[in-house]
């Protein structure tokens, strides 16, 4: 026995006995009570003498002692029906020396009116873990799912069918496609198909975290990290991600430095905090985006190769909604079913004159602009027919739409277009002949050139790299 036990005096050791647990019996193998102490005789209207070595059952109603007396096995916080009341309580086996000798019961809440003021205290914090757990679902989890993504031009279905099959595995996957092609919708999709669906997915978009933040953010830090470090340090997306998956959008605008950090990760499967010293393990499967030619930027040294081999397991490409016309009734109709609900009407439809507005677009925004026609269409709708009238200027009043729409063939001839080329190889045109008059402009300055044009210097590469424009070419231009 413990030594410090043995030199309290009994009347001692019995009375703390009463205060740690206010009622409390013991049993022997047998069920027989061995004791119980004076609140708990009382409550039965037993008297503490006359209970020891009588039957459990026969003392407490609806005990269960004896059971956990033979079985060994504790039943904690367990209901326990007696006078017309209803108590919590403890059972546990008494083991000694290794031994099942008996049992002890004791009585967490003597009745209702206990239970309803402890729960008083922790009501509040049931609230409070609802609400985190709410955010949790809401901010943490996939809102989408493969059933969503409408589409069923084959190029858009085969990058479908890819992505659902290699949902189950936990390989990285690149994501690629133009800006509103879906990628994050994709991303939530994978995650939602698979066997990490029931953790976290974690968005992180690499363009819109300044670049100081972002190491901090992915990877969290430790306490007193740098000056207004939150107290006890912070966990960066990969920690929350833990299990699950971490959605890395724009990843073709994280830094060079940040990208040797990342593969680090992807390779230890570990992070190291800021600030911290200990490296701490974890398991998440990797899915990144980008809307840049990530094999351009390697070649001009803006992107790791390396990180690009561990990024590109699985590469997943997204086509343009203007490569997909088709689809285009097929997914205006789905967003218009998602406003009816958003705006609460119902049973509006859109007019074949407007389907061939929509299909006529270049849509340089894909499925987000789309979307975005839907909503100003509903919101200036009066009644339950979209008509061209409803559509936003820029689509009314284009050339390519006038003609659709206007039939007379004087105004056909008036305009500049010239019907024997489709859409896409007029826009590739005009496109081709800003970058050349760009770069004459800049004086065969690359870096000019896109400023000229307002786009970034590796998109401007890109586009020479598409129409194979050739630096003879734009020295005859300035020559001349
Ligand atoms: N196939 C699709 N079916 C239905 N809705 C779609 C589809 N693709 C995209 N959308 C919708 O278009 C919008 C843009 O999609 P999303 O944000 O996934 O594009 P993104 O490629 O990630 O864009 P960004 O690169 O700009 O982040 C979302 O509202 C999404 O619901």
Known sequence: MNKMLQCLPFNWIQEIVNIAAEWIVVVDRDGKVLYMNESYCKFVDRDPDEVIG?????????SRMHFVAKTGQAEVAEIHPIKNTEMVANRYPLFIDNELVGAVGTVMFRNAQDWLEYSKKVEPLIEELNYYKKRFEKELVSKYSFS??????PSFHAA?????????????????????????????????????????????????????????????????????????????????????????????DMSLNMQSKLLRVLQEKEIERVGGNSPISIDVRVIAATHRNLEDMVVLKEF???????????????PPLRERIQDIPLIANALLKKLERKFHRHGIQISN??????????????????????????NVLTGNVITPEQLPLYLYENPSNKILLNHDPSHYIKSDLKLTKSLKELIEETERNAVIQALVEANGNKIEAAKLLDISKSTFYEKIKYYNIHRNEIDEFIKN
Request: hydrophobic share 40%; net charge negative.
């Open 148 to 153: 969503q993504l409408i589409g069923s031009t």
């Open 54 to 62: 009588m039957d459990v059952q026969d003392v407490i109603e609806n």
């Open 160 to 252: 479908k069918q890819l992505a659902e099959k290699v949902s189950a595995s936990s390989s990285a996957i690149l994501l690629f496609g133009e800006s509103g092609t879906g990628k994050e919708l994709f991303a939530h999709a994978i995650h939602d198909a698979s066997p990490r669906r029931l953790f976290p997915f974690v968005r992180v978009n690499c363009a819109s975290i300044p670049e100081h933040l972002l190491e901090s953010e992915l990877f969290g830090y430790d306490e007193g990290a740098f000056t207004g470090a939150k107290r006890g340090g912070k966990k960066g997306k990969f920690e929350i991600a833990n299990r699950g998956t971490i959605f890395l959008d724009e990843i073709g």
């Open 353 to 378: 004159e407007v389907f061939q507005i929509l299909k006529s677009h270049h849509w340089p925004g894909n499925v987000r602009e789309l979307e975005n026609v839907i909503e100003r269409c509903v």
């Open 304 to 318: 790791r190769q390396d990180l690009y081999y561990r990024l590109n397991v699985i590469k997943v490409d997204i």
